[in-house]
């Protein structure tokens, strides 16, 4: 192998991350190369002198805090969690009842009917056409306002006020 | 390793079930190692105390998004990379000089000080791309193969900016050597 590669390639020998077959080819050249040997040994030194170099210890104080906060936030995340399934069933209630609502009247009558039609909703009395309607509209809104409340709700848990 | 997956695997199973012990036990496991790496990337304490903290709140935020297929470990230095990084890339007009020196309040540096000094100045004039695939190898005993997961680079991008950076760090510290001579 060329002095250059060798020179180049010193550091992965040194951090034995290259393949056997380079590895023997660069001990080869080492024996010969004083070169190369000094540069391996000043890398060695490098890298002893990085390994004394310490890492300040971590505040026993700040790693307190961080526990503290990672309670506080996992408290939060159970709380988000069980909001959010309980405002999916608000949501799909509301969903089932607004088509329940609407699909209903229209089931019903196009089993008695011979015709499959949306004409049906003419022959309604109009008591319960108001009806069905009040019913559609209120089961919506309700939905949406509770909807709205627990995003609400949510942003303050997520805020942690 | 794979003893270490399947202890970690489960703790975060137990942290998704909101078992704050588990996530206590991965703090206090992973704490020197973490806050090693974060040192090194940032060379700064108060930085590091931040990202160190940033980075287990991240870790909570985002424990459903945990593949149980890879180690606990790796995701949790892939995240505190990326929060190195950032702060890094947010602090690039204050040169990293500056945020070093800053953390050094009034402490007058003595013989093994300036070598500690030269040592960190080695490794801040290496890019943080540079930096962390050094400090993952070589501190963090990771070996190639697992940098390049942690860091989502090929093998050959790790290799070449292992031995680049080493390259790099070995001309600056002979220069430092020949200025002292």
Do not use: H, V
């Given at each position: 192998m060329r002095h250059e590669k060798v020179m180049r390639k010193l550091p992965l020998f040194y951090l034995n991350e290259l393949n056997p077959n380079e590895i023997i080819k660069i001990e080869e050249h080492l024996k010969k190369c004083s070169v190369c040997e000094e540069e391996l040994l000043s890398l060695e030194g490098l890298f002893k002198k990085m390994e004394e170099h310490e890492v300040p210890a971590f505040n026993s104080f700040a790693f307190e805090r961080v526990k503290r906060l990672v309670a506080e936030k996992m408290q939060r995340r159970d709380i988000e969690a069980k909001e959010k399934i309980k405002m999916r069933l608000i949501v799909l209630v509301s969903l089932f009842s607004f088509s329940v609502g609407v699909l209903l009247p229209v089931l019903i009558f196009n089993i008695f009917s011979p015709v499959v039609s949306w004409e049906i909703f003419e022959s309604f009395p109009r008591f319960v056409a108001i009806w069905w309607g009040v019913f559609c509209l209120l089961s919506l809104l309700t939905g949406a306002i509770v909807f709205k409340i627990k995003q609400t709700f949510l942003r303050e848990v997520r805020n942690g006020t | 390793m794979r003893m270490r997956e399947d202890a970690d695997g489960l703790r975060v199973r137990r942290i998704r079930d909101g078992d704050f012990h588990a996530a206590e036990e991965l703090m206090e496991k992973y704490r020197e190692s973490l806050f090693n790496f974060i040192f090194r990337m940032m060379f700064n304490y108060h930085a590091a105390e931040d990202i160190f903290q940033e980075t287990w709140l991240r870790v909570i935020e985002k424990?459903?998004?945990?593949?149980?297929?890879?180690?606990?470990n790796f995701w949790l230095f892939r995240i505190a990379r990326n929060l190195c990084l950032d702060s890094i890339r947010k602090y690039k007009r204050r040169s990293m000089r500056q945020i070093f020196l800053a953390s050094k309040t009034a402490e007058v540096p003595n013989e093994s000080g300036l070598e500690k000094e030269k040592l960190k100045a080695i490794l801040t004039r290496t890019s943080p791309k540079i930096r962390e695939v050094i400090i993952l190898r070589y501190?963090?005993?990771?070996?190639l193969a697992e940098i390049s997961i942690i860091l989502g680079a090929p093998i050959g991008t790790i290799k070449s900016r292992l031995n680049r950076g080493i390259g790099m760090m070995r001309k600056i510290w002979h220069e430092g050597r020949q200025n002292e001579t």
């Open positions: - | 424990i459903d998004r945990y593949n149980p297929r890879y180690p606990f501190f963090q005993q990771y070996d």
